[in-house]
């Protein structure tokens, strides 16, 4: 699971759709909702070949949302099948799906959203490493009591979780990127992701700092249309036939 030190130059993220079952204002993704489909097992396995060759060691299934995929649970058995470190992110509106992944992903990353909040697993349902992704924006939490009462009701359910501030990507975005409690928290330490941004530690979770961003590092990606990024993260889509 990710933490401040992770590297993602061994990474290739498997966009295996860009249709998702929410409509959020702050999605990273919205800019390629227009592109539909997904991706088929000759594509997804012609992917895994070519990142195997390149040395890449962890495989990410995101979108979109993965589960929206009809052979998502065979995208992930071939991941590992190939020996590769396997990750999901997912919206967990699908539970009986996620559960089907249980012990075949490595680690299964939650976005928490309002409409899944009620709804959140107990990690020791389950056998893959459960890690709850956490939006930070203007209006979530309205002070350090709120943000605090949170970890505290959430940490018991699912002890890896992560926090992320907004790059200012959509409007919606930039309106409500700055959280005006967030600076007064007493922070343990700051570490520098290999994605150029600064990642603070509270009470022992990670705030990936990326309105903060100094530089932004692509690595490896897949989507429907073909090879995104390389695993240099250089931008070679238009340069494909």
């Not at 061994?10 to 702050?26: A, R, Y």
């Amino acid at each position: 699971m990710w933490t401040p030190e992770t590297k993602t130059d061994k990474n290739l993220t498997l966009w295996v759709t860009h249709e998702c079952n929410l409509n959020c204002v702050f999605c990273r993704d919205s800019e390629n909702k227009p592109t539909k489909g997904f991706m088929t097992m000759e594509e997804v396995e012609n992917s895994l070949i070519h990142a195997k060759e390149k040395g890449i060691t962890t495989v990410l299934i995101g979108g979109g949302e993965p589960t929206l995929h009809p052979n998502v649970i065979e995208i992930a058995k071939m991941c590992k099948s190939m020996g590769f470190f396997t990750v999901i992110t997912t919206n967990y509106t699908k539970p009986e799906i996620i559960k089907a992944l249980d012990g075949i992903c490595d680690t299964i990353n939650i976005s928490l959203y309002p409409e899944n909040q009620d709804i959140i697993p107990n990690q020791k349902d389950f056998k893959s490493n459960l890690y709850l992704k956490v939006l930070l924006y203007k209006g979530r939490f309205k002070t350090k009591e709120d943000f605090d009462a949170f970890i505290d009701k959430y940490q018991q359910l699912i002890p890896h979780m992560g926090f992320c501030c907004m790059r200012g990507h959509t409007k919606w975005c930039e309106e409500h990127k700055e959280i005006e409690w967030l600076d007064s928290l007493p922070i343990e330490k700051v570490v520098m992701t290999d994605r150029g941004n600064p990642c603070w530690v509270y009470r022992g979770f990670p705030i990936d700092r990326k309105d903060l961003s100094i530089f932004k590092k692509p690595h490896m990606m897949v989507d429907v249309r073909g090879l995104l990024y390389d695993e240099n993260g250089k931008w070679i889509l238009d340069k494909q036939d």
